[in-house]
Nanobody, 124 residues
Framework: QVQLVESGGGMVQAGASLRLSCAVSGRTFSSYTMGWFRQAPGKERQFVAAISRDSGSEYYDESVKGRFAISSDNAKNTVCLQMNSLKPEDTAVYYC?????????????????WGQGTQVTVSS
């Protein structure tokens, strides 16, 4: 049974930084392409970032490019999302997800496993 557990969410002011972590257990971590998604109230789940398991390439939604950075630590079975220069529009529940697919995987439907989510709230 694969489990993903996010941590690191919170409430911050605009311009601040947060670092989200996702611990993966149950299968070899390097088997997955890992992604971060977010969902604001009343909106669809949105792709934020992903790191590909075959190349280690990073992919970002345009709305976070240059502010967010995804990284993975195979030794610790963890993927992180460093979020800088946060804006009120970044407010959402952030989800970690894993897929067996290669390359850029940005559709939520293509991810096989999900964490429970962590709330990020950015005030102006």
């Amino acid at each position: 049974q694969v489990q993903l557990v996010e941590s690191g969410g919170g409430m911050v002011q605009a311009g601040a930084s947060l670092r989200l972590s996702c611990a993966v257990s149950g299968r070899t971590f390097s088997s997955y392409t890992m992604g971060w998604f977010r969902q604001a109230p009343g909106k669809e789940r949105q792709f934020v970032a992903a790191i590909s398991r075959d190349s280690g390439s990073e992919y970002y939604d345009e709305s976070v490019k240059g502010r967010f950075a995804i990284s993975s630590d195979n030794a610790k079975n963890t993927v992180c999302l460093q979020m800088n220069s946060l804006k009120p529009e970044d407010t959402a529940v952030y989800y970690c997800a894993a897929t067996y697919k290669f390359g850029l995987v940005y559709r939520a439907s293509e991810y096989d496993h999900w964490g429970q989510g962590t709330q990020v709230t950015v005030s102006s």
